[in-house]
């Protein structure tokens, strides 16, 4: 185990600030333009899979114990992160639509990369924040997600998936043999309805319509509003597209991820709506190094629906028999994700694997396939 001592220093946070080289990259393929645009993706999804191949697995665990005071330079990390997207972006939309050099192919190019960070960045960073006791940390995470116009995704993430992962009443549990493209389209509404519905239904049980004050989707309405004015002031028309561009990037890849981390898995139905409590193995669990630091761990999924509350330097790794494990981190598996026949030949075998580990009883499993089951209680 590490001691918390050791990651008071921060030596041992230097790793996971490894996603702040992005800046320097995005703006300097911003001036020069041309195939150079092609660096950002790549540097997220190829060259920490190679990382990953080379540094191999991290399976240390840091005392869950540890207090926030120790933490000071992870917690930093995350904080800075709002700033410096935000005036990333926006100095972007300024540069871009006023530059002479870059083409509008080049300008695609180069907002479909900030949407890259906004989305493996920026709306990972939020994830973050938002389990945070913080006001100011929360906060922080209001604003990274209004950046990508996707506000609702803290409602949602909070209210409904931790609560309901892995049962019928969970869009972003992706379902045995449901393909990404078809996951996609589905979520993208059913996870606006459920995040709306799960904040009115808060509301009402305090006796409040859904048009109270306190309906975080007022603020979500005029963060994001806020955001593509800016654009547009920054930049006109072609600012405000430009900005909407790298949102639609930014949104994919977090659904991308979604699809990854609970793809097949689901909690076993005990009867009359209840289900199991979630457990470890109800995450899909991936501990390679180099993509966990630009991550923050976050594909230590498992441990995080077992304790949201963690900080991420926390998030424990856990073995093949607490947790199904993934093959290869996120930067390969969202690959993967994007074709379907592959995806299945990879993946399917692996869920029919955990069913039998952890669920030999069970012996039909249409029901869960198709989310079937009855919906969970209240």
């Known amino acids: 185990?590490?001691?918390?001592?050791?990651?008071?220093?921060?030596?041992?946070?230097?790793?996971?600030?490894?996603?702040?080289?992005?800046?320097?990259?995005?703006?300097?393929t911003a001036f020069v333009g041309g195939w150079w645009l092609l660096l950002v993706p790549l540097s997220t999804w190829w060259a920490f899979a190679v990382l990953d191949r080379l540094t191999g697995l991290n399976e240390d665990n840091a005392d869950p114990n540890t207090p926030d005071d120790v933490l000071q330079w992870y917690v930093l990390l995350t904080k800075l992160w709002t700033p410096v997207q935000f005036l990333t972006l926006y100095g972007l939309i300024w540069y871009a639509t006023r530059t002479d050099h870059l083409s509008g192919l080049e300008e695609f190019g180069l907002f479909f990369g900030m949407g890259v960070i906004s989305g493996t960045i920026g709306i990972n960073?939020?994830?973050?924040?938002?389990?945070?006791?913080?006001?100011?940390?929360?906060?922080?995470?209001?604003?990274?997600?209004?950046?990508?116009?996707?506000?609702?995704f803290r409602s949602e993430h909070l209210l409904v998936h931790h609560r309901y992962v892995g049962t019928p009443r969970d869009p972003v549990t992706a379902r045995y043999n449901e393909g990404f493209h078809r996951f996609y389209t589905r979520v993208l509404l059913q996870c606006l309805v459920s995040a709306f519905k799960a904040e009115r239904d808060k509301l009402a049980r305090k006796g409040q319509p859904w048009t109270d004050r306190k309906n975080p989707f007022w603020r979500y309405w005029a963060l994001?509003?806020?955001?593509?004015?800016?654009?547009?002031?920054?930049?006109?028309?072609?600012?405000?597209?430009?900005?909407?561009?790298?949102?639609?990037?930014?949104?994919?890849?977090?659904?991308?991820?979604?699809?990854?981390?609970?793809?097949?898995?689901?909690?076993?139905?005990?009867?009359?709506?209840?289900?199991?409590?979630?457990?470890p193995r109800h995450s899909w669990n991936a501990s390679q190094k180099a993509s966990n630091w630009l991550l923050i761990n976050l594909q230590r999924h498992s441990d995080h629906h077992y304790k949201p509350n963690r900080r991420f330097p926390l998030l424990q790794h856990h073995t093949q028999d607490a947790a199904p494990q993934l093959p290869y981190g996120y930067p390969v598996m969202t690959i993967a994700a994007m074709i379907p026949p592959l995806w299945r030949r990879v993946m399917n075998p692996r869920v029919r694997d955990w069913r039998r580990q952890y669920y030999p009883e069970i012996s039909d499993w249409k029901p869960y396939n198709k989310a079937m089951n009855p919906r969970p209680n209240a």
């Open 224 to 279: 994001q509003g806020g955001m593509m004015l800016l654009a547009l002031v920054m930049g006109g028309w072609l600012g405000l597209a430009l900005f909407l561009l790298q949102a639609g990037v930014a949104i994919w890849q977090l659904e991308l991820v979604n699809y990854v981390e609970h793809y097949g898995l689901t909690r076993k139905h005990l009867g009359d709506g209840k289900y199991e409590h979630v457990l």
């Open 125 to 152: 960073y939020s994830h973050e924040l938002m389990h945070q006791s913080s006001r100011l940390e929360r906060w922080f995470g209001d604003v990274l997600l209004a950046m990508v116009l996707y506000s609702h």
């Open 1 to 28: 185990m590490i001691a918390s001592g050791t990651l008071s220093g921060w030596r041992s946070a230097i790793p996971f600030w490894v996603s702040f080289l992005l800046i320097p990259l995005i703006w300097a």
